[in-house]
């Protein structure tokens, strides 16, 4: 079951997450690129993943595959648990 | 062992029981997945907690996305995530391609080919963040190899096959394997009727479903943590 989430509590988790999948830790931000990050789709798999464990959201192959950034990831889960 | 259980599909009797008693010696607690069969697979997890065992009878038609997704809800309930999945539940409607309704067409693909497909998409999400996981498709020799009347059920075997190859490369570098298994003809109730293979077979006679379980059992094993995309046939010599 979904909850109402923050946009900073899900920052928070995808971040954290995102750190051990990418070389430079220090280019995970908002406005980095899944592409920039070296972030491929079986890891945006793996995120979605994180996602329903963490919120009880269930993102599907559609929701996943038009992300381009970390800050659209986020604002997709925000809209989802409201 | 990671926390987490073993699934096993249509596990009431035959390769499927064979497996869930064989996965449940290895530690892992099993869910013993049947469409109809109860007492069967009440008597499986009977004998497994008889032998020290974990088990759990679980009901669900796995043609059916959502009694297979309540499935996997209940068991990640009780269990935490499934990390060993054996598809092993399938089905026969024989006949010549002419004749093959599309009926009997579409159950034998359901059955054996898509509800495989759905419960290790279910599966590889819990599996990728666990980074392990072991996916074992219990396929058949009919699919490489022809075998008159079994025109859907050699369709979906070999679809199976094309199937767990592609998953294989998808995954392998999170620490998940998926293979097959490629039974010949061993003694259930799938093979009952089937006739005109004992000339075939080198070995003179039917397989048995613990030994087909017992390559399960390694597929799913640490030690076979480097064999991926692969199809383990077991069949006395009938394909070689």
Not at chain 2, 70 to 96: I, K, Q, T
Request: glycine share 8%; with cysteine.
């Amino acid at each position: 079951m979904a909850t109402a989430v923050s946009p900073s509590q899900v920052q928070e988790v995808l971040f954290k997450e995102l750190e051990p999948m990418v070389n430079d830790t220090s280019a995970i931000s908002r406005e980095a690129t899944f592409e920039d990050l070296d972030v491929d789709s079986l890891d945006l798999v793996e995120l979605s993943q994180v996602i329903e464990d963490e919120f009880g959201i269930l993102l599907e192959g559609e929701d996943v595959k038009d992300l381009k950034t970390v800050g659209e990831a986020i604002d997709l889960v925000v809209a989802r648990a409201s | 062992m990671p926390e987490g259980c073993a699934l096993v599909t249509g596990a009431a009797r035959g390769i499927g029981a064979a497996s869930a008693r064989a996965l449940a010696a290895d530690g892992w607690p099993v869910a013993v997945n049947y469409r109809e069969d109860a007492a069967g697979a009440k008597a499986v997890v009977a004998q497994i907690e008889s032998e020290g065992g974990s088990a759990i009878e679980i009901q669900a038609d796995v043609s059916d996305a959502a009694e297979t997704e309540a499935m996997f809800a209940e068991l990640s309930e009780r269990f935490g995530p499934v990390l060993v999945l054996v598809n092993n539940a399938g089905v026969r409607a024989d006949a010549l391609a002419p004749q093959l309704s599309d009926e009997e067409w579409s159950r034998v693909i359901s059955t054996n080919l898509s509800a495989a497909f759905r419960t290790t998409r279910r599966a590889l999400g819990p599996m990728l963040r666990a980074r392990f996981g072991r996916i074992v498709n219990v396929a058949s020799v009919v699919g490489p190899r022809a075998h008159a009347g079994q025109a859907n059920y050699a369709a979906s075997k070999a679809g199976l096959i094309g199937f767990t190859k592609t998953v294989a490369v998808e995954v392998a570098r999170r620490g998940i394997t998926v293979n097959a298994v490629a039974p010949g003809f061993i003694e259930t109730k799938l093979t009952e009727g089937v006739d005109g293979w004992q000339d075939a077979v080198p070995a003179r006679r039917a397989g048995t479903p613990d030994e087909v379980a017992a390559c399960v059992r390694f597929l799913a094993s640490p030690e076979a943590a480097y064999v991926t995309g692969a199809t383990l046939t077991v069949d006395g010599g009938l394909s070689a």
